[in-house]
């Protein structure tokens, strides 16, 4: 390892160490409602602490920073639609439906390809 990179990496050591301790207090107020909101949702409890080094190499300074807390994420994989090609959703038929439904009420129509 380069001894630049050896210096940044020590530094970021000793920096972590640092905000772990001066931030102890809240992690630990963290890690228990985490454990909270897991149990409540039924869930593995995760508690994600993450460490980020910037480097701003215009002015030679390294950045560090702690964050932590509880992480949601909600996600999802769908294929890329082709706006020239109208589909059918998958699994659809000749029989399958459509229903639309409002605080007024709902109405079903088949599905049109």
Known sequence: MSSKLQAITDQAALTLKALVREGEKDILKAWAACLEEAEVQEQNPKL?????????????????????????????VTPIPDPTR???????????????????GS??????S
């Open 48 to 76: 994600r602490l993450t460490f980020t080094i910037t480097l701003d190499l215009g002015k030679d300074q390294a950045a560090h920073e702690l964050t932590f807390g509880i992480r949601h994420r909600l996600s999802n």
């Open 86 to 104: 109208r589909s059918s959703p998958e699994g659809a038929t000749e029989k399958t439906t459509v229903t639309i439904k409002t605080p007024q």
């Open 107 to 112: 109405a079903t129509a088949p599905w049109a």
